[in-house]
Each structure stands twice: as structure tokens, then as C-alpha cells.
T-cell receptor, first 114, second 117 residues
Framework: QQQVKQSPQSLIVQKGGISIINCAYE??????FPWYQQFPGKGPALLIA?????SEKKEGRFTISFNKSAKQFSLHIMDSQPGDSATYFC?????????????FGIGTKLQVIP | DAGVIQSPRHEVTEMGQEVTLRCKPI?????LFWYRQTMMRGLELLIY????????DSGMPEDRFSAKMPNASFSTLKIQPSEPRDSAVYFC???????????????FGPGTRLTVL
């Protein structure tokens, strides 16, 4: 049972283009939505995160858009660069069994071609 | 800070053998997580420790898997006996674990790639 649905699973974008990764969730108890970036041979690392009371958060070329009513959020990478080639995980954090549990999406493998 | 340290980085073993994966969390972090990553299922939480106590082990696949955290600076994940379907990358992550804040960032180790033949 996948509580956070992520698409697409793979994405190829030309250098300078916009990369868009979408996620959807069902559990309205989720109260924090981080995105993690993973390079080959490395562990995931926090990239950017948003709270549900904010509709958009921007850090450099990375922007999260959040639609609370639709229970959807997305990551936009502007001016995509080959160095952005990595796997991106959306995630949702919320109370579960007495602690804050993070549930990850399946991941999107992004390839930015020159 | 050295970050989360995992060993070994790669492990190749034969079906039926015991496998032990090791993790050293970031000093001062109170929460430790073990995850399994596969292409089909992504990142799955196996077990969560807080202050060395297992809080949620609902993700442990079956009795062949066990995890311990004898002190704040060391944890192990053991698979006995191992099976080919256990082949995956296993990650350990730690976080400050202050009062269960949802904004607690998890810091991942480099992972252990396990291959069971």
C-alpha cells in the first residue's frame, strides 16, 4: 500500500529545461513534505521541504508547489543541469504509532542531457 | 562530522548465510532508522529506534530479520538465514529526534549493497 504516489518513475530533460515531478497523498494527517535527492552510490539527502500551510516554496532553481485541497505536491527544477541528474524522492511526514513517520514515494530517476 | 557510517559498503553472500549490517549514527542524534531500497518498492522503513529502544518494527519483513541498538553510537541489522529476495541496498539514517517534530531531517548513510546468491 503506497501512501505517497510519485510520478513519473523516470524522466529525461534537456539541459536548460524544466523538470517536473508529481506526488499525491491520501493521509490528511501528514504535516510536512520533504524532498530528498539521491546520487548514485550515495544515500538520499534532504533537498527542500514544505509545510501544508504554504502553497509554494522556492530555493534557488528548486520549487515545491503544494495543493492541499487536491492533496498533491510537485517539485519543479528550473534550468535543469546535468549535475541535477539523480533520483528524487518525495516524502510525507505525519503521526503514526506515536511518532512522526516519514513515508517515501517510489522515486523518480532524472536524467538531464546536454 | 563524519555523517552516518555504514559497513560494509558491499556484501555478497550465499543463500542461507547470516548477514550483519552495521551503522554508526551521527553523534548526538537520538533517532535511528533502517531502510531497504529496491527498484520495485522504493525506500521501505524496516525499523525505527528512539533513544536505543525499538519503537516501530512493523516494517521488518519476517523473523529472519532482527535489529539491535546496544548503545547510542551503534546499531546492527541481521538477516539469518539470507535469501536471494533480500538483495537490496540497506540504508541507515539518523535524526535529532527532538520531541517527534515532523521537521526532523533524516541523515542517510551511504548504504550497504547486499547481494544474496
Amino acid at each position: 500500500q503506497q501512501q505517497v504516489k510519485q510520478s513519473p518513475q523516470s524522466l529525461i530533460v534537456q539541459k536548460g529545461g524544466i523538470s517536473i515531478i508529481n506526488c499525491a497523498y491520501e493521509n490528511t494527517a501528514f504535516d510536512y513534505f520533504p524532498w530528498y535527492q539521491q546520487f548514485p552510490g550515495k544515500g538520499p539527502a534532504l533537498l527542500i521541504a514544505i509545510r501544508p500551510d504554504v502553497s509554494e516554496k522556492k530555493e534557488g532553481r528548486f520549487t515545491i508547489s503544494f495543493n492541499k485541497s487536491a492533496k498533491q505536491f510537485s517539485l519543479h527544477i528550473m534550468d535543469s543541469q546535468p549535475g541535477d541528474s539523480a533520483t528524487y524522492f518525495c516524502a510525507a511526514s505525519g503521526p503514526s504509532g506515536g511518532y512522526q513517520k516519514v513515508t517515501f514515494g517510489i522515486g523518480t530517476k532524472l536524467q538531464v542531457i546536454p | 562530522d563524519a555523517g552516518v557510517i555504514q559497513s560494509p559498503r558491499h556484501e555478497v553472500t550465499e543463500m542461507g548465510q547470516e548477514v550483519t549490517l552495521r551503522c554508526k549514527p551521527i553523534s548526538g542524534h537520538n533517532s535511528l532508522f533502517w531502510y531497504r531500497q529496491t527498484m520495485m518498492r522504493g525506500l521501505e522503513l524496516l525499523i525505527y529506534f528512539n533513544n536505543n529502544v525499538p519503537i516501530d518494527d512493523s516494517g521488518m519483513p519476517e523473523d529472519r530479520f532482527s535489529a539491535k541498538m546496544p548503545n547510542a553510537s551503534f546499531s546492527t541489522l541481521k538477516i539469518q538465514p539470507s535469501e536471494p529476495r533480500d538483495s537490496a541496498v540497506y540504508f541507515c539514517a539518523s535524526s535529532l529526534g527532538l520531541g517527534g517534530r515532523s521537521t526532523d531531517t533524516q541523515y542517510f548513510g551511504p548504504g550497504t549493497r547486499l547481494t544474496v546468491l
